[in-house]
């Protein structure tokens, strides 16, 4: 079983409506998770960190599910600039060593 | 401007080349970060460096050398790679390793080789 996984879509969304992915990740004793956007042929950035109690950041929320493993982004209110791939990050041992999923594309159409 | 500045950011080579990849970071953080990505498949974690010391080597081929001259600057020396090499390279900053803190990535080099 891969340490992070990630459906890798694409999930085509209108501009103005919501979608939701999850990720899901092996190691039950991981404590840091982030989700990164990625652009085309850019840098990877984080995007928020995700904290045990959801948390939320304009039209982005993040969920955090440790009894079925797996964290989710939900993206309100979609616009263009939020086509990109997020990508998935959860540190794997005591050391916060980071293991990036392969991340989900979203394309937002007009 | 980026934090986390690489080059080149493009770079073709043959498979009996020598080239290196240089990543300098002006953040001031004490860990730095080699990852390779290839298409569809999640970064893969080349090499850690904290504080100029080597804390990390993920089974990388002996043709990948990685050298931390000082806590601001990285390098990755190529030599004799193959065609199953060719990806993005990644290089990243942290304030510290291991710690639950961001990874700011430069904008990479794309590496073919031929």
């Known amino acids: 079983r891969k340490e992070v996984e990630q459906d890798p879509g694409p999930f085509n969304v209108p501009e103005g409506a919501t979608v939701a992915f999850n990720c899901t990740y092996s190691?039950?004793?991981?404590?840091?998770f982030f989700w990164y956007r990625q652009d085309c042929r850019k840098e990877p950035k984080l995007l928020m960190s995700?904290?045990?109690s959801g948390n939320e950041d304009g039209r982005f929320t993040a969920q955090l599910n440790r009894a079925s493993q797996y964290i989710s982004l939900l993206i309100r209110d979609s616009k263009l600039s939020d086509s990109a791939t997020y990508l998935c990050v959860v540190n794997t041992d005591s050391w916060g060593k980071l293991q990036f999923g392969a991340g989900t594309q979203v394309v937002v159409t007009p | 401007e980026t934090g986390v500045t690489q080059t080149p950011r493009h770079l073709v080579m043959g498979m009996t080349n020598k080239k290196s990849l240089k990543c300098e970071q002006h953040l001031g953080h004490n860990a730095m970060y080699w990852y390779k990505q290839s298409a569809k498949k999640p970064l893969e974690l080349m090499f850690v460096?904290?504080?100029?010391?080597?804390?990390e080597n993920n089974s990388v081929p002996s043709r990948f050398s990685p050298e931390c001259p000082n806590s601001s600057h990285l390098f990755l020396h190529l030599h004799t790679l193959q065609p199953e090499d060719s990806a993005l390279y990644l290089c990243?900053?942290?304030?510290?390793?291991?710690?639950?803190?961001?990874?700011?990535f430069g904008q990479g080099t794309r590496l073919t080789v031929v």
């Open positions: 995700v904290y045990s």
């Open positions: 460096y904290s504080l100029e010391e080597r804390v």
């Open positions: 190691n039950s004793a991981s404590q840091s």
């Open positions: 990243a900053s942290s304030q510290e390793y291991g710690m639950d803190t961001e990874a700011f």
